[in-house]
């Protein structure tokens, strides 16, 4: 008597895994990371130059203090004063 494989399917269920691994490889779409800097963080990034000429500013201030040159201007000094405390 002489047996054939008819109607019988291999059964291997490691290799349809495999084979099913493969094609989502092949469906995924190739992605990439982007940056986008926002205007907001554009603007910030002149800080620099604002902490530049602010420390340029300290170092005017320590050179009249220790001169003997500063004068405080007392109705500018008043003036601050009450915004701050008005707020």
């Known amino acids: 008597m002489k047996i054939y494989n008819y109607g019988v399917n291999k059964v291997n269920p490691y ?3 495999s ?3 493969e094609q989502v490889k092949k469906s ?3 992605v990439t990371d982007q940056l986008e800097i926002s ?3 554009k603007d910030l990034q002149g800080i620099k130059s604002y ?3 602010r420390a ?3 170092q ?6 220790e001169s003997g040159n500063y004068q405080v201007d007392a109705k500018k ?7 701050y405390y008005r707020k």
């Open 77 to 83: 000094l008043a003036s601050d004063m009450l915004k």
């Open 28 to 30: 995924t779409f190739n």
């Open 39 to 41: 205007s907001a963080a």
């Open 51 to 53: 902490a530049d000429e």
């Open 60 to 65: 005017q201030l320590k050179e009249q203090i």
């Open 15 to 17: 290799q349809n895994q």
């Open 56 to 58: 340029e500013r300290v």
């Open 19 to 21: 084979l099913k691994t």
